[in-house]
């Protein structure tokens, strides 16, 4: 299921020296946050990761698909009416015979939500 301009529209793309941001407006409205959780949505985990996917996927303009996640630290609960914008960070891209690996954070101002380490076919 692809989520971009459903649960989440892209805002800014800005590259940086190492890294890419993509400021993320998430959609409250979407079916995935009344069914997690009525009344007070919360971002599940697996789209936390699938957004950081699809973003790979815009910044290296070809499709792919996570094949390992080596590393989630879930931080905070991302909410869609406390945090209606995020920032997701990708950096340390490296692309191999292996895939692509990135380290991916998201944040909302100074605040750390997650962070990932996954890697991509």
Known sequence: MVLKD??????KKQQQESAVCYDLALHAD???YQAHFPGEPITPGVCVIQMAK???EDHLQRPLAVSTVKNVKFLAVISPIAHPLVRYTIDRIQEGPDG???VVDVTVGEQLMTHISLQLN
Request: aromatic share 14%; charged share 15%; proline share 0%.
């Open 6 to 11: 459903s649960l989440y529209s892209i805002q």
């Open 30 to 32: 979407h079916f995935i």
């Open 54 to 56: 699809e973003l790979l």
């Open 100 to 102: 692509v690996k990135a």
